[in-house]
């Protein structure tokens, strides 16, 4: 990828509407989930919970990451049963380099992107764009027998970071006044709302996207930094404020202890020179009393969200920086230890089961299907997910989760979360732990912890001796599934002979959506990386001229245009780009227009 040209072009909100429609008369999907990994919430069991006294209808969404960057991430995660989203941090510098690849989920989880990768106005409008989109879909008559009548209501949570210079600077202070007040931007985009969307172009869309935000502290951020930033975003944006803590609080003799001797990770080399930079626990104990007390004297509310990543040497070098970001299973442990200790330090003031205070705590370390439940039983609010979503059935793993949860709840014998949570905590307390929080860190440090050592996270993802081709492949459908992005799609191989031995589907790349992240590469079963070798289709010819590699450029009838690729090939995929299902975008309603151009 050229540093001259952005990492990723968004599409138009006409153009991801046009998919959308296209893709649900031609494949009953929508941005390549499956209808039957769409999320249906049961009537009679209600998984609601208060974010900052909103009302959220699931407990569960994407963590400030990958999947919450473009429009099309936050619909899949809204499809699968999100009703919190935790949006990507936005900073004010939003013309980062990240090296590539930057994520390896392989094993447990490490990254080394860790902002925005769209410029601070492009962020605004995708999560604008996204907030249109779930309202749209929440109307749209073909979709309610998937998502139920009511599918419940639903809060974008803005993140924004590092420091107060930048949160107060004119371009970041111009994006989160836009998402109080997104008016402006939501009438620009409703000349995009045309052809089988026309009926939603009066829409009366709530102009308020947001008006909660997480504050993410960055590894070393300094504890007046972030008492003066929170701060300021109560006082004078007049937000909810939520401050994200690091796991650097326990202390590095507790980190190491629990990640290399009882975990068995001896080859995660913890930064003890973090530990010094960041926040120190009896001074964050302070500091949660102090703005706990700032918002409540101004009317607002606060809370804490464990935890960050930890930042750890680069000892596998699949990835190129010196340092990268641990998550998955053992920061899953890490965050529940220090939730046990901040409740035990802080008693009456956490909003967790067995000290009912008003300081809300949300979570992001290691949740899965498998830990789920549990964790929610501490009192957390949400469980947002991120390393997760990263393996094989990307977002189609949201819906299985809230249907387990579903069933615990009402196996149980409870209609909702908080009886179900209620009760958990009286069987903790007559286990004899304090709190359910109590209680989860004993189980996964103790019979529980298989799931955390490195003995149960040692398995690589499946391999044939195969080295991978631009057509044919073993269709396992990883790259479709594991891309954050949703910037691979397929297509149904054609009944003629030039496909008979090149298997049942076929793999394509949007190349504006793909930022060369690398998880397609950690998850394929064969040799090679699917987002160089799958054939890459643009729909921008400024980005097709830029870049290198094979590709092909397609117009809004999609015609290819242009290709980087031999006769043969370009003809094969004209083909299957011209079939019943072949290229999802729907020309009816312009074509595969890309973001900021002309007719977008």
């Given at each position: 990828m050229s540093e001259a040209t952005p990492p990723l072009t968004p599409m138009s909100l006409g153009s991801l509407l046009g998919r959308i429609d296209h893709e649900w008369a031609s494949r009953k999907k929508i941005f390549d989930l499956p209808n039957a990994r769409i999320w249906r919430p049961d009537p009679a069991i209600d998984l609601g919970f208060e974010f900052l006294g909103r009302r959220c209808a699931s407990p569960v969404g994407p963590a400030a990451?990958?999947?919450?960057?473009?429009?099309?991430?936050?619909?899949?995660?809204?499809?699968?049963?999100?009703?919190?989203?935790?949006?990507?941090?936005?900073?004010?510098?939003?013309?980062?380099?990240?090296?590539?690849?930057?994520?390896?989920?392989?094993?447990?989880?490490?990254?080394?992107?860790?902002?925005?990768?769209?410029t601070v106005p492009q962020s605004l409008t995708e999560y604008v764009k996204a907030w249109m989109l779930v309202?749209?879909?929440?109307?749209?008559?073909?979709?309610?027998?998937?998502?139920?009548?009511?599918?419940?209501?639903?809060?974008?949570?803005?993140?924004?970071?590092?420091?107060?210079?930048?949160?107060?600077?004119?371009?970041?202070?111009?994006?989160?006044?836009?998402?109080?007040?997104?008016?402006?931007?939501?009438?620009?985009?409703?000349?995009?709302?045309?052809?089988?969307w026309a009926a939603f172009a009066d829409h009366d869309f709530d102009p308020v996207v947001s008006d909660t935000l997480t504050l993410s502290t960055f590894h070393?951020?300094?504890?007046?930094?972030?008492?003066?930033?929170?701060?300021?975003?109560?006082?004078?944006?007049?937000?909810?404020?939520?401050?994200?803590?690091?796991p650097t609080l326990l202390g590095y003799e507790t980190v190491a202890g629990i990640v290399n001797d009882e975990l068995g990770y001896t080859d995660v080399v913890v930064k003890e020179s973090a530990f010094a930079e960041d926040l120190q626990f009896d001074r964050g104990l302070e500091l949660i009393e102090e703005l706990r007390s700032f918002a409540h004297e101004r009317g607002r509310r606060f809370g804490i969200k464990l935890t960050n990543t930890l930042v750890v040497d680069n000892t596998k070098g699949f990835m190129p920086d010196e340092t990268m970001y641990l998550s998955g299973p053992p920061l899953h442990v890490l965050a529940m230890t220090l939730l046990d200790r901040l409740a035990t330090a802080l008693p009456g003031r956490l909003d967790v089961p067995g000290h009912d205070g008003d300081v809300m705590v949300s979570f992001s370390a290691g949740?899965?299907?498998?830990?789920?439940?549990?964790?929610?039983?501490?009192?957390?609010?949400?469980?947002?997910?991120?390393?997760?979503?990263?393996?094989?059935?990307?977002?189609?793993?949201?819906?299985?989760?809230?249907?387990?949860?579903?069933?615990?709840?009402?196996?149980?014998?409870?209609?909702?979360?908080?009886?179900?949570?209620?009760?958990?905590?009286?069987?903790?307390?007559?286990?004899?732990?304090?709190?359910?929080?109590?209680?989860?860190?004993?189980?996964?440090?103790?019979?529980?912890?298989?799931?955390?050592?490195?003995?149960?996270?040692?398995?690589p993802p499946r391999q044939v001796d195969h080295d991978l081709e631009m057509f044919g492949c073993v269709a396992c459908n990883f790259c479709v599934t594991v891309c954050p992005n949703d910037a691979f799609f397929s297509i149904r191989s054609l009944d003629t002979p030039e496909f008979t031995d090149l298997g049942r589907q076929q793999y394509f790349v949007f190349a504006e959506l793909c930022n060369e992240c690398g998880n397609c590469l950690t998850f394929c079963p064969e040799t090679g990386d699917p987002a160089e070798i799958k054939p890459r289709v643009f729909t921008d010819p400024e980005l097709f001229a830029a870049r290198d590699g094979q590709g092909v450029l397609v117009d809004a009838d999609g015609r290819i245009t242009d290709a980087r690729v031999d006769d043969p090939s370009r003809s094969l995929i004209q083909r299957l780009l011209d079939a019943d299902a072949g290229l999802p975008l729907a020309t009816a309603t312009g074509g595969p227009t890309p973001e900021g151009s002309p007719s977008a």
């Open positions: 990451g990958p999947h919450s960057q473009l429009a099309q991430n936050i619909v899949l995660a809204w499809l699968g049963g999100s009703r919190l989203f935790e949006l990507k941090t936005v900073q004010i510098l939003d013309d980062l380099v990240i090296n590539r690849p930057c994520i390896d989920a392989e094993t447990i989880g490490y990254n080394i992107e860790w902002s925005q990768e769209l309202e749209i879909l929440r109307h749209w008559e073909p979709l309610a027998e998937f998502v139920g009548p009511d599918p419940g209501p639903h809060v974008f949570d803005m993140s924004v970071g590092y420091d107060l210079a930048g949160i107060s600077s004119p371009k970041v202070d111009a994006f989160i006044r836009g998402m109080r007040d997104a008016t402006g931007e939501i009438d620009r985009l409703r000349a995009e709302l045309t052809g089988p070393g951020c300094p504890p007046e930094e972030i008492e003066g930033i929170t701060k300021h975003l109560v006082a004078e944006h007049d937000l909810d404020v939520i401050v994200k803590l690091n949740i899965s299907r498998s830990n789920l439940a549990d964790a929610l039983a501490t009192g957390v609010n949400p469980a947002s997910v991120c390393t997760d979503l990263l393996k094989p059935g990307g977002y189609g793993r949201l819906a299985p989760m809230l249907k387990a949860l579903t069933t615990e709840v009402r196996e149980s014998g409870h209609t909702d979360l908080a009886g179900w949570r209620a009760a958990r905590q009286i069987a903790a307390s007559a286990a004899g732990h304090a709190t359910t929080a109590a209680a989860h860190v004993a189980a996964i440090r103790g019979e529980d912890i298989a799931a955390y050592h490195l003995d149960g996270n040692t398995k």
